[in-house]
Every structure is written in C-alpha cells, then in structure tokens.
Nanobody
C-alpha cells in the first residue's frame, strides 16, 4: 500500500511563496508520474502541475511562470514551489501518484491579506 503525505501548506499574503512537499512510500515512486491537484470550495478538483518519471513537466495555464514542480526520487519526494501567490490560489492541494491512482490527504493553502 502506497502512502502519500503532503506538507508545507499555510496562510500567506498575496505575492508570497510556499513550497509544498509530498513524500511517498513504496518502490514505485521513482517510476511513476506525479501530480499536484487543488480543490477550492465549491469547485472541481483540477490538475495544477504534473511531472513524469523522467522529469518532464506541464502546468495549468493560470500558474505557469509562478509555480514549479520538481522531484527527488532518492527521497521519494515531489515538490511544488509556489511564488507570486494570489487569492485565487487558495485551495486544498493534493499529491497524486499516477500508478495506482493514490492520493495524499491534502494540505490547505490560503492566500489572504
């Protein structure tokens, strides 16, 4: 059974930065694409950023140039660096492993002055 544990969320002012981390258990982490999703109240969950096992990435248009996804397979960890945060980025952010479809428990990100 794979477990994904997110951390790094919190309250930040507009324009601020946060770095989310997701640590995965199990041996399949390094061969799986990983993604960060978010879900705001009353909205559907959406894909924010994804990274393949080889390191190729793609982003939601509204976060391009502000967010960066990366991974460290030696640490079974995927990161989401978020800069220039806006109030509309407020949501619960979830880590997702493509192989097996595993989800983390989510971490709250709130952008407010």
């Amino acid at each position: 059974q794979v477990q994904l544990v997110e951390s790094g969320g919190g309250l930040v002012q507009p324009g601020g930065s946060l770095r989310l981390s997701c640590v995965g258990s199990g041996s399949i982490f390094s061969i799986s694409a990983m993604g960060w999703y978010r879900q705001a109240p009353g909205k559907q969950r959406e894909l924010v950023a994804a990274i393949t096992s080889a390191g190729s990435s793609n982003y939601l248009d509204s976060v391009k140039g502000r967010f960066t996804i990366s991974r460290d397979n030696a640490k079974n960890t995927v990161y989401l660096q978020m800069n220039g945060l806006k109030p509309e980025d407020t949501a619960v952010y979830y880590c997702h492993m493509a192989i097996g479809g595993y989800w983390g428990q989510g971490t709250q990100v709130t952008v407010s002055s």
